[in-house]
Nanobody, 124 residues
Framework: QLQLVESGGGLVQPGGSLRLSCAAS????????IGWFRQAPGKAREGVLC????????NYANSVKGRFTISRDNAKNTVYLQMNSLKPEDTAIYYC?????????????????WGQGTQVTVSS
């Protein structure tokens, strides 16, 4: 079956770091652009980062530039989101998703397959 599974979320204090994983099954991850999105209660889902199928292009939301990094490990069929210098406003459920093609972009309506999400809470 086609599936994306996120892991690595948890509780971290402001200024801390987390590394999220997005593991794919049923398809080859490097055929598609992969995006990370997040959604806090009462807020719309927003794009955070994406990476092209080749890994050569990325898009960053302004709010996470300089703090978050996305990468691919094709051998493990996994995409990672490294989050540093975390802020309370980063608290959300984080989702990975598969785009309909290999071109990076942060429009959530261009993504056709979604994981179940993993909770990230940044609090002192």
């Amino acid at each position: 079956q086609l599936q994306l599974v996120e892991s690595g979320g948890g509780l971290v204090q402001p200024g801390g770091s987390l590394r999220l994983s997005c593991a794919a099954s049923g398809f080859t991850l490097d055929d598609y652009a992969i995006g990370w999105f997040r959604q806090a209660p009462g807020k719309a889902r927003e794009g955070v980062l994406c990476i092209s199928s080749s890994g050569g292009s990325t898009n960053y939301a302004n709010s996470v530039k300089g703090r978050f990094t996305i990468s691919r490990d094709n051998a493990k069929n996994t995409v990672y989101l490294q989050m540093n210098s975390l802020k309370p406003e980063d608290t959300a459920i984080y989702y990975c998703a598969r785009k309909t093609n290999g071109i990076c972009g942060l429009n959530r309506y261009s993504y056709s397959l979604w994981g179940q999400g993993t909770q990230v809470t940044v609090s002192s």
